[in-house]
């Protein structure tokens, strides 16, 4: 999902705190609690050091665990395929972020 919705490169600390610590799997990251998704954390290259992921980033997990439960719910479907391009492409996600997503109503 990180990189196939998100586009998130292998240099992005997106990237790098989900997939290059080991979140293979799109459950892997849906059943991230918000506590677990604030305190992810990725190694920066230039300093050597582990730095916490940035908050539009971190908001950027939490809405997209919203939008695959919206997708589940409104499309009456078991399973998101984040392959099919009809169903998850990064303009449907920023379409949902932008028009539905409300982060004190998370039932669109």
């Given at each position: 999902?990180?990189?196939?919705i998100?586009?998130?490169?292998?240099?992005?600390?997106?990237?790098q705190c989900?997939?290059?610590?080991?979140?293979?799997?799109?459950?892997?990251?849906?059943?991230?609690?918000?506590?677990?998704?604030?305190?992810?954390t990725?190694?920066?290259?230039?300093?050597?050091?582990?730095?916490?992921?940035?908050?539009?980033?971190?908001?950027?997990?939490?809405?997209?665990k919203?939008?695959?439960?919206?997708?589940?719910?409104?499309?009456?479907?078991?399973?998101?395929?984040?392959?099919d391009?009809?169903?998850?492409?990064?303009?449907?996600?920023?379409?949902?972020?932008?028009?539905?997503?409300?982060?004190?109503?998370?039932?669109?």
């Amino acid at each position: 999902m990180v990189e196939n919705i998100l586009q998130a490169a292998p240099d992005d600390p997106l990237h790098q705190c989900t997939i290059g610590s080991g979140f293979n799997s799109k459950s892997d990251l849906l059943s991230l609690s918000d506590a677990d998704i604030a305190s992810l954390t990725y190694k920066d290259m230039a300093t050597g050091s582990e730095e916490s992921l940035q908050v539009f980033k971190i908001n950027r997990i939490t809405i997209l665990k919203a939008w695959n439960q919206y997708l589940l719910a409104h499309l009456t479907i078991e399973r998101v395929d984040c392959i099919d391009k009809s169903v998850a492409s990064l303009d449907a996600y920023n379409t949902f972020w932008v028009s539905l997503y409300d982060p004190d109503n998370l039932n669109p």
